[in-house]
């Protein structure tokens, strides 16, 4: 298992609007116009380093917000994605399950900054304008989504909707060894018997030490 780089957290942030964005063409992309993303920097502190001490707020506290908004994640899961974004380079980010759009909009700074592109995928539509988002029952469309991870592999995925099992087995199909997913919840929705075949963890070791909610999968290359 290798190891991931030592890097510092971007504090980045998205301008606030409080209307809601309708649902678009599963065709369309949001693609940032910035620099694209070069590489790892490597050299800095990993975040990590930095967990306080005393009231371990940061695995022990979810409900943290990004920009205002709940994200109902522990402080853990913006280190863990900070690292394993200066791991790869993707190019695209895609979030399986939106809720009130607090962590997508972190996951849509990181791929704005990054020069990549960003979806999200819900049923249920935010109150306020999320930049990606896209209305729709994923398994029900689960082929078009699929075709739009193709599109854009290599693709990091994170599956935090409503069913992480089957979100995981049904959309591993669709990426190569060169993507990765990411399930939430490990070890209450998401559990070590749930994982399918085809996928291998990885970093297991970060993710415990960070103390992370989250685990790593990568396809396997067969």
């Avoid at 510092?8 to 964005?21: K, Y």
């Avoid at 371990?56 to 280190?79: C, L, N």
């Avoid at 009130?100 to 909009?105: A, E, I, M, T, V």
């Avoid at 018997?193 to 685990?215: I, K, Q, T, Y």
Wanted: proline share 5%; net charge negative.
């Amino acid at each position: 298992m290798s190891s991931l780089p030592r890097t510092g957290l971007c504090a980045l942030a998205l301008e606030r609007d409080g209307s809601a964005e309708d649902s678009f063409d599963l065709g369309s992309d949001l693609r940032a116009s910035g620099p694209l993303h070069s590489g790892p920097t490597g050299g800095g502190p990993c975040l990590r380093d930095n967990v306080p001490t005393g009231l371990d707020r940061w695995h022990s506290y979810k409900g943290v917000s990004f920009a205002g908004v709940i994200t109902a994640q522990f402080w853990a899961e913006f280190a863990l994605w900070e690292e394993l974004l200066n791991e790869r380079d993707y190019d695209s980010i895609i979030e399986l399950g939106t809720l009130d759009g607090g962590f997508s909009l972190y996951l849509a700074s990181q791929a704005e900054h990054r020069g990549m592109s960003f979806r999200t995928y819900d049923v249920h539509q935010p109150a306020r304008k999320i930049p990606g988002f896209v209305q729709i029952d994923i398994f029900a469309h689960a082929q078009e989504i699929g075709e739009h991870m193709r599109k854009h592999d290599p693709v990091i995925v994170l599956c935090d909707g409503g069913n992480k099992p089957r979100e995981l087995r049904t959309f591993s199909r669709y990426v190569t060894a060169s993507s990765t997913l990411v399930v939430h919840d490990w070890g209450t929705e998401m559990l070590r018997s749930d994982v399918p075949d085809n996928v291998e963890m990885v970093h297991e070791d970060f993710c415990v030490d960070l103390g992370s909610a989250s685990r790593v999968f990568r396809v396997l290359d067969v």
